[in-house]
């Protein structure tokens, strides 16, 4: 038998539509994690194709498991002949990813499926810090009529601002068509070199970071964790940031030095913060973040819509027909990148 293993919710929704495939015949089957979790090694074995589901995933962290994802990963682990694994994010820097890509099996990502919802989160984290949206929560809280008329407080024009996005990829630059929107400057950067092109007025590359943060208003992380990025928002970078500059990280909480960022926010470096990553998640309920008044946080939730689930689905479908056609996937990762 070859076995596809998803989640029970995915082969309920989806069994039709990949049993009505005109390849779907024995030996294909469709197994589901409960069924699968206490098989002999033997059904494991049969095990070739994997979607780990959104649903399996939960409220899971790099750092932290639910039971089902905890369970999936363990009959990937055990299930030797898996040579296709679909995520269900668009990073790969989950340590059984890692794994499974080093036993040479094929990881493709949802890229896509949320980029434009990611984009939209950015902005909002922009547009609130902009309005000040973390001293009306506090006055609220407090009970106060604040006065935001003049002075430091008062709200900031965002036409004419310059955002620099750090990652000029399908997420930045749904970002960049957004921020232009609002009569915003978009500076973007990328790994490697590239033409200038709308919704862009400047391009650049990652080695531009450190003279390219010292001219923008705002400075937004969309770009993936690799070798080349981690740590990359440090110290000496948040040094050369304008102080009335605000930063934001949508991409992952490696990309940037906690303790740096704090320090600099808390020493008036840099004006304020949204965060929806963090290098340690769930984020210790320690963290001076929790406390800083020039901080907006959410749970690694960016991406997080009703209808991203069905997206992701699809990308699988589409895979699924490709790997039997032989084609080429789409979102393969490359884990060395």
Same mark, same amino acid.
């Given at each position: ?22 390849? &779907? ?54 299930? @030797? ?9 668009? @990073?790969?820097? %989950? ?5 499974? +890509? ?11 499926? $949320? ?6 989160? /950015?902005?909002?984290?922009?547009? /609130? ?14 009970? +106060? ?42 500076? @973007? ?64 909480? @490696? ?22 990553? &963090? ?22 939730? $960016?991406?997080?819509? %009703? ?8 990308? &699988? ?21």
């Amino acid at each position: 038998m070859t076995t596809i293993l998803t989640s029970k919710h995915v082969a309920e929704t989806y069994r039709k539509a990949i049993e009505a495939r005109p390849w &779907f015949q024995p030996p294909w089957r469709i197994r589901h994690l409960d069924e699968m979790a206490h098989a002999p090694a033997a059904e494991l074995d049969d095990i070739r194709i994997a979607f780990l589901s959104s649903d399996v995933l939960g409220g899971s962290t790099v750092d932290r498991h639910d039971p089902a994802m905890a369970l999936f990963c363990e009959v990937l682990r055990r299930a @030797g002949n898996l040579a296709w694994l679909q995520v269900p994010s668009s @990073g790969v820097d %989950r340590p059984i990813y890692q794994e499974l +890509a080093r036993r040479g099996v094929v990881l493709t990502t949802a890229t896509g499926a $949320a980029g434009e919802t990611v984009a939209l989160t /950015a902005l909002t984290g922009l547009l /609130a810090l902009s309005r000040r949206l973390p001293l009306w929560v506090q006055g609220k809280h407090d009970h +106060a009529w604040l006065n935001l008329r003049s002075g430091d407080p008062e709200p900031r024009e965002l036409r004419g601002e310059k955002v620099l996005i750090v990652g000029a990829g399908q997420i930045g630059t749904h970002l960049a068509r957004m921020c232009k929107g609002l009569g915003m400057r978009t500076h @973007g950067l990328r790994r490697q070199v590239t033409a200038c092109a709308d919704p862009y007025d400047e391009m650049g590359t990652i080695q531009d970071l450190e003279a390219a943060v010292g001219t923008a208003d705002w400075v937004v992380a969309t770009c993936p964790l690799t070798a080349q990025t981690r740590g990359i928002f440090n110290a000496s970078l948040f040094a050369r940031f304008q102080p009335h500059a605000s930063f934001i990280n949508v991409a992952r909480g @490696g990309v940037a030095n906690e303790g740096d960022l704090i320090d600099a926010l808390r020493q008036g470096r840099i004006e304020a913060a949204y965060l929806d990553v &963090f290098e340690v998640e769930p984020l210790p309920k320690d963290s001076p973040l929790w406390d800083l008044p020039n901080v907006l946080l959410s749970p690694h939730s $960016a991406g997080d819509t %009703r209808g991203r689930h069905a997206r992701i689905a699809e990308i &699988f479908l589409s895979n699924l027909d490709r790997w039997i056609e032989d084609r080429p996937l789409l979102n393969r990762a490359d884990i060395a990148g």
